[in-house]
């Protein structure tokens, strides 16, 4: 009888977010990256906290609230806590290390006592015709309540003295600042003393404050930002129109459950208590920062400094060599399937597929799935045009993409008003998929050409993040995404799936049962092996899977880019496996998973998936995930996407039992550096 496996206590989901992290700042504070570059790296830390707030960490309050959740307040309390050191010394990066790095550069931000006298006539004259205009402050008393604060907003607080136009001595007013206004102004280049100078808003109120009040004195004041719960709550199953309540939804997901207040380290503590009081708020949900409430807007110092040497050097992606430029897709694919790894090579070749299918009359019908395309898009142009040709398009647009919803709403609007059959995918289910199907006229019947892939249909984002694209006229896997798009739009049964594993359906089945085969090949004693690289680790079957087969004998490496709740290395419980993350210039977006079961080339299998092993995907998702079947593909991401990775000792970290990670080292092969000078070579 075998003995059940015994399993160690899982690393806390939201400790190993902040933990990813972790691993972000400490880009910017690598002395090979260049310049620009860390301070993006501090930006990106920024942006991925206020996700981090305004999605997990406020469904973490609400579940510690919940009895049973399996959420303590004592855990709320340590997330809590590693969220605050984590922000301080995410600023003490910014102000010690990379501020006076740039300064060095001749690059200033300037406060207002460094300014000269002609850099403050210059941004007084900027106050007075642009930004004044557009404050509006408010004292409060009974008949000017506490305005509205929308989410992740910019506002200041002031304490007045003396009386007001009316004789009364109201003490507080806030001054929202509009989001129309830049965060960050440069100065003319005469201004700039022979380098580079800009300026940040907020210095730029902060020194005109008084102007708002005439006749009080500002004692005291502060800049705050709040940041909101920002989940669209739209019960999918009592609307009429998916689409009109989102856009319905919108208008209110800036004034969401207040989460997190942040303050300059400066602000006195009747000023912070105040705003805590107005917000309902607890004092472990105030952050003191050191200087700007909202880094990411540095992003656009970033894009204006003129430092192409403080940038990374461009990368140009070349065509796929298994393409050629002059060559019809179409009559390529008909040859075999093409792989394409992004952004390694270019993402051009999905935008000529797509216009390809728009411009041959032959082609008939083109399907879709729409999840992140960005608010510009060459692709959903393209759909556009094919509808307005007349060919058949289908078009599976995910409104409930987090943040892109709005996109999203405007394209499914505009396809909609030229004939295209738009559907929002399946009630309670996000679709993730990333498919496109054409189907085109040849020689009296029908054939189907798809692409398929990792990551999103986004030419913005393929350049940033890395994941897999793979062109096939295989007729198994087009029949399979014509299966799934049926499905998609009718809502009926469909065939079982050749290929293709589908969630919420076999894919979750599919990955046990290639676990399990793994274990019992170790069990047995042949060759056990499992490689998954993937965005995250969450769901717990496939962790308790994971230990199960280590513990038989099996030998696993998981790369796994941010959260992951398995604790490896524990002796006699999960020694046997081994976690690493790497995090470099580039995104790892990319989710390949490889099985080894035996000796010979049939026990094996390796599969590309839009999804990661998290239960919302495996689960609450239309995922799809398909097998490489061709030797050569098969091994050529083998090559590309793993083994790399596994060898990495600049980017790559190694997670510890406790949660913590490791830098692997400084020197040595750059996975990430490695496939670009590859393919530039």
């Known amino acids: 009888m075998t003995q059940a496996p015994r399993k160690p206590a899982l690393l806390n989901r939201e400790s190993s977010i902040l933990e990813f992290n972790r691993r972000v700042l400490a880009q910017a504070r690598r002395d090979d990256v260049p310049l620009l570059e860390r301070l993006r790296y501090i930006c990106i830390v920024s942006s991925n906290m206020d996700e981090f707030f305004e999605v997990r960490f406020a469904d973490y309050i609400e579940a510690a609230r919940q009895p049973g959740a399996g959420v303590s307040l004592r855990d709320l309390e340590t997330v809590a806590a590693d969220a605050h050191t984590l922000i301080d010394d995410q600023y003490r990066a910014f102000n010690d290390e990379v501020m006076p790095a740039l300064q060095r550069e001749g690059i200033h931000i300037l406060n207002h006592a460094d300014r000269n006298d002609a850099q403050r006539r210059w941004v007084d004259q900027f106050f007075q015709r642009q930004v004044r205009p557009l404050l509006v402050p408010v004292g409060l008393d009974p008949s000017h309540p506490f305005p509205q604060v929308a989410n992740k907003s910019l506002n200041f607080i002031a304490r007045l003295s003396g009386q007001d136009a009316f004789g009364r001595e109201n003490t507080i007013a806030i001054v929202k600042v509009p989001r129309v206004l830049p965060r960050v102004i440069r100065l003319p280049d005469h201004l700039a003393n022979g380098g580079q100078a800009f300026v940040l808003l907020t210095s730029v109120i902060r020194a005109h404050l008084a102007e708002l009040f005439p006749g009080r004195e500002v004692e005291a004041f502060s800049q705050f930002r709040l940041t909101r719960d920002s989940d669209l709550a739209v019960d999918e199953e009592d609307v009429v129109n998916l689409r009109q309540a989102l856009r319905s939804g919108l208008t209110t997901r800036h004034f969401g459950q207040a989460i997190r207040l942040e303050v300059v380290n400066t602000c006195p503590p009747e000023l912070s208590e105040f705003l805590l009081t107005q917000f309902a708020l607890p004092a472990a949900a105030l952050y003191h920062v050191n200087g700007p409430v909202n880094l990411v807007r540095l992003n656009a110092l970033i894009d204006t400094a003129n430092a192409p040497h403080l940038r990374f050097k461009p990368y140009d992606a070349p065509w796929p060599a298994g393409l050629s430029r002059d060559e019809s897709i179409f009559e390529r694919l008909r040859a075999g399937d093409v792989l394409m790894h992004h952004p390694f090579e270019s993402f051009e070749p999905v935008v000529q597929f797509l216009r390809e299918a728009v411009e041959d009359p032959d082609v008939l019908a083109i399907k879709q799935t729409i999840y ?310």
């Open 372 to 681: 992140r395309t960005g608010s510009e898009s060459p692709l959903m142009d393209l759909l556009i045009e094919a509808a307005r040709r007349g060919k058949e398009v289908m078009a599976v647009v995910e409104l409930k993409a987090r943040f892109d919803e709005e996109a999203n709403i405007n394209w499914a609007e505009r396809l909609e008003a030229v004939g295209a059959q738009v559907v929002y995918g399946i009630v309670g289910l996000k679709t993730h998929a990333k498919l496109l199907l054409v189907t085109r006229r040849e020689e009296g019947r029908l054939r189907r050409y798809a692409h398929l892939s990792t990551g999103n249909y986004n030419p913005k984002t393929a350049r940033l993040y890395t994941d897999v694209g793979y062109l096939t006229a295989d007729p198994d896997l087009t029949s399979d995404a014509d299966a799934v798009f049926q499905q998609l739009a009718s809502l009926g049964k469909t065939r079982a799936l050749r290929q293709l594993l589908q969630a919420p359906f076999t894919l979750h089945k599919q990955m046990l049962k290639h676990v399990e085969l793994v274990t019992q090949a170790a069990r047995e004693g042949k060759p056990a092996r499992i490689v998954a690289k993937v965005n995250a680790l969450t769901d717990i079957p496939l962790i308790d899977a994971l230990i199960t087969a280590g513990q038989a004998g099996a030998d696993i490496d998981l790369i796994v880019r941010g959260a992951c709740m398995l604790p490896p290395g524990i002796a006699g419980l999960t020694d046997r496996i081994r976690v690493r993350s790497v995090v470099g210039r580039l995104l790892e977006h990319s989710r390949v998973l490889y099985f080894r079961w035996g000796p010979s080339e049939d026990d094996e299998a390796l599969f590309l998936s839009s999804a990661d092993w998290m239960s919302r995907n495996m689960f609450r998702r239309i995922e799809v995930a398909w097998p490489v079947r061709d030797a050569a593909l098969r091994q050529r991401v083998i090559d590309e996407c793993l083994v790399p990775y596994l060898h990495d000792r600049q980017d790559a970290w190694e997670l510890q039992a406790d949660g913590s990670y490791v830098r692997v080292g400084t020197e040595g092969p750059s996975a990430q550096q490695a496939l670009m000078q590859r393919y530039i070579a």
